[in-house]
């Protein structure tokens, strides 16, 4: 699927910003640096707006963001059928695709699904795909971590748990499944 020029304009632009030589050392690289983190920050935040902003957008309007997203004319359905697939798509452009190895799993539960088969997985059910992006706000500041194979990835250090993570943040003990919004908790 080809995205539109004026996008992609933008994509090379900002491409080029973060792009940014560090080899030298001294206040020029750390200036470059914060430089990188902030347009990255920047970034993250306007993908996030424009997913939460699908929400107030008309039929016609999504239609119109389909057009210009996937280069071809929206699909004949309701609002609740364009905004998943318009805020996944625009997470994709910003984030980059799904790994393979996540693809084939969705793909496995979803014919296991479509069979008809009831299935439960604690360890699924507590812990997302490897890969996965978690976003969380707090006090005005966001918090991105991902989720590897061997546990969760949060300002470029391996943690085990949300947990400890969810810790790191607020500076007091959190269940980190429901911090993140993995789970139906009365504090998250």
Not at 59 to 64: P, Q, R
Not at 126 to 146: C, M, N, W, Y
Not at 176 to 188: D, H, S, T, V
């Amino acid at each position: 699927m080809r995205v539109q020029s004026s996008q992609n304009l933008g994509k090379s632009r900002l491409s080029e910003k973060l792009s940014l030589d560090f080899s030298s050392k001294g206040s020029a690289s750390r200036a470059g640096l914060l430089e990188k983190t902030n347009m990255v920050k920047i970034m993250k935040e306007s993908v996030i707006k424009q997913v939460l902003a699908l929400q107030n957008k008309s039929t016609a309007e999504l239609k119109e963001l389909w057009r210009s997203i996937f280069d071809t004319d929206a699909p004949p359905h309701s609002k609740t059928y364009l905004i998943p697939r318009l805020a996944y798509r625009l997470q994709e452009l910003a984030y980059g695709p799904m790994s393979e190895k996540s693809a084939k799993q969705l793909d496995n539960l979803a014919d296991q699904m479509e069979k008809g088969k009831k299935f439960t997985n604690h360890y699924m059910a507590s812990k997302p795909l490897a890969d996965t992006k978690l976003i969380r706000e707090f006090q005005g500041d966001l918090h991105e971590v991902l989720v590897s194979e061997n546990g969760f990835i949060y300002q470029g250090q391996n943690y085990k748990s949300l947990s400890a993570i969810a810790r790191k943040i607020t500076g007091t003990g959190w269940n980190g499944p429901a911090f993140f919004g993995l789970r139906n908790n009365k504090e998250a």
